[in-house]
């Protein structure tokens, strides 16, 4: 199964520098509404099974482009609003500038332990993990040749990449995942690969719909 991570395009709190957590009405600023019609077209048309979105609507609006794209060839794959992917429970921070944020004793710990870090009246960066993962090892047990799409938000996309690539969440500030970005990683019956990190420029349809590549690597293997 090849599991396609989306990031939210860019908000209206991506904007302001605010961290807007699961507040209501936070929408698409217009940069994000040109992501969105932007990655519906690097996307292109091919079968999904299903398609997971986090309740937020700046996630349900950066898709929607590409569903729309689907309805027109009566193709739309399976939608269903996931909780699971939703945006962290920032509790007390959330609505929060970040500069102000990044001024707390406790923004050392997010940066660099953030497995130990519990947001006031809000939920665990490790819980946020275990809670997506559920989510994809669900959408593993789809067949070998099918293809899942989850749309969320940074730091779920984040440790999801972290667990894929056998990091320890204290590491998973390593890696970058920006606004109406994509990450793609097939699941086996072996390890996990990670095939597209944060790429906002690639045509998609072309790797997903490419063979897939040899479990049996060595050297590096030989390309497409």
């Known amino acids: 199964m090849r599991l396609v991570l989306i990031r939210h395009a860019h908000s ?3 904007a302001s520098g605010v961290l807007s957590g699961r507040l209501p009405n936070v929408h698409l600023s ?3 509404l040109k992501q969105a019609e932007n990655l519906a077209t ?4 091919f079968p999904v ?20 794209m689907h309805e027109k060839k009566d193709s739309k794959p399976k939608v269903i609003t996931d909780h699971a992917v939703n945006e962290v429970d920032y509790g007390l921070w959330s609505g929060k500038k970040l500069i102000s ?6 923004w050392k710990t997010v940066q660099e332990s953030p497995s130990r870090m519990y947001f006031p009246n809000g939920e665990g960066i490790a819980a946020m993990q275990s809670r997506a993962m559920a989510t994809v090892h669900d959408l593993a047990k789809l067949q070998s040749n099918k293809v899942a799409m989850i749309i969320s938000h940074g730091d779920v996309i984040k440790s999801i990449l972290a667990s894929a690539l056998g990091m320890h969440l204290d590491e998973f500030q390593r890696i970058i995942v920006d606004p109406a970005s994509v990450s793609i990683i097939e699941y086996s019956s072996v390890k996990p690969r990670v095939l597209l990190i944060n790429d ?7 790797l997903l719909l490419a063979p897939k590549r040899s479990k049996n690597l060595l050297g590096g293997g030989s390309g497409k």
Not at 42 to 45: K, Q, S
Request: net charge neutral; hydrophobic share 30%.
């Open 12 to 14: 209206e709190s991506n």
């Open 30 to 32: 217009e940069k994000g």
């Open 42 to 45: 690097r996307l292109g048309l």
């Open 49 to 68: 099974s299903e398609v997971r979105v986090s309740p937020m609507e700046r996630c349900e609006e950066t898709i929607q482009p590409w569903l729309q």
């Open 101 to 106: 944020l990044s001024r707390k004793r406790e």
């Open 200 to 206: 906002s420029r690639a045509v998609v349809t072309d």
